[in-house]
């Protein structure tokens, strides 16, 4: 068998993750999977629910030139697979993002994007950075460096405070401005709702919900969903000032910039407020209603329609996603040469040979 760069790709992210979920995703090729697992390089996990490598799997990294160990010990413990299962998501999201994901540390240099996992991080400092938070990674743009939460229905929340200071250390925003995320596996309405619902708690409990933590956040956030939508809203959100440039390009000459900071435009003609919704930063989306003595005007992609008209009053303005990437000349980074032939830094190809009756 001659691999391909997205064999090779699967292979070491399963290695580098430790384990893959087998839940379908847009993210994790089912076929690519599937060959890997027929081949003898990949294996289902004993309760089902993970892809780990096999002995021959490392070995084929090893011969493309990739060195990775295996675990001591078999691990089972349910919080620990879940959060490997968590970790190796979102990597998978940012990998087919376009993001260099196989990065052990922070760096200042602006080059090729790239995701630095929260366990590397507390690997390479003894425990000294991130301890007791809950953070799973960093996804680095040229000025932004986005902080993704996985958020499940069983999360009792966050202690805001504590994760925003760690993840405002200097040695981990590398001169970038942090930007948190609220993700997972669901769609962007069963999202919202994990993180909008309340939670019922005793008066010794301190942690915050996410909903909360919106407002102890001293930074932007935003919920998108781990698919197509969520990829493609994630160029926008990395754009600078990506509101104001949003609001300009839909009010045009009616542009006047907005009167206070939970809304991002005024309409010259008519008076009226405007919001960039595309965030989906619904409690952003409330204050400000509450200040507005008419419905508010709140532009968003379709897609997210349905979630802001759950929670908030106001007028939605749809725009399409093709058009805010025509304007503002975004280009999908989709790759399609991952069909190709892997090939080692010396230029060899890597073959497997499979014994099947």
């Known amino acids: ?49 993970s892809h780990r490598l096999t002995p021959c799997g490392y070995e084929t990294l090893q011969k493309a030139g990739f060195e990775h160990s295996m675990d001591n010990a078999y691990r089972t413990e349910e919080h620990i697979v879940s959060r490997r299962h968590q970790g190796a998501e979102i990597a998978l999201f940012f990998n087919r993002f376009g993001a260099d994901v196989f990065v052990d540390a922070p760096r200042a240099e602006i080059c090729k994007d790239f995701y630095v996992s929260a366990y590397s991080i507390r690997s390479a400092s003894n425990g000294a950075l991130l301890n007791n938070t809950q953070m799973i990674g960093f996804y680095y743009s040229d000025e932004t460096m986005f902080v993704p939460y996985y958020v499940t229905k069983d999360d009792l929340g966050i202690y805001a405070n504590v994760e925003q200071r760690n993840f405002n250390e200097q040695t981990l925003k590398c001169g970038r401005k942090p ?17 909008m ?16 933590a919106f407002e102890k956040f001293e930074c932007p956030v935003a919920m998108i969903p781990m698919n197509e939508d969520g990829i493609r809203t994630m160029e926008v959100l990395k754009l600078k000032d990506y509101r104001t440039q949003i609001a300009k390009a839909v009010l045009g000459e009616d542009y006047l910039p907005p009167r ?42 379709d897609y997210q329609v349905d979630t802001i008209e759950k929670y908030c009053w106001g007028d939605v303005h749809t725009i399409s996603i093709d058009e805010v990437e025509r304007v503002f000349g975004l280009s999908r980074k989709h790759e399609t040469n991952k069909g190709e032939p892997f090939k080692t830094k010396s230029g060899k190809c890597v073959n497997v040979y499979v014994n099947h009756p």
């Open 197 to 212: 619902t309340e939670r019922c708690r005793n008066k010794k409990q301190t942690y915050n919900t996410y909903a909360e």
């Open 179 to 195: 930007f948190v995320v609220y993700t997972g596996a669901d769609s962007l309405i069963e999202i919202a709702e994990t993180v």
């Open 1 to 49: 068998m001659l691999f391909t760069r997205a064999e090779m790709e699967i292979l070491r992210l399963c290695a580098w993750c430790k384990e893959l979920p087998t839940r379908k995703s847009e993210n994790l090729p089912a076929e690519t999977i599937d060959e890997l697992v027929w081949c003898g390089l990949l294996r289902v996990s004993r309760n089902k629910s």
């Open 260 to 301: 206070n900071e939970h809304t991002d435009a005024i309409n010259k003609h008519t008076g009226e407020n405007y919001i960039v919704g595309i965030d989906c930063n619904i409690p952003r989306m409330k204050k400000a209603m509450a200040l507005d003595t008419g419905a508010p005007n709140i532009i968003a992609f």
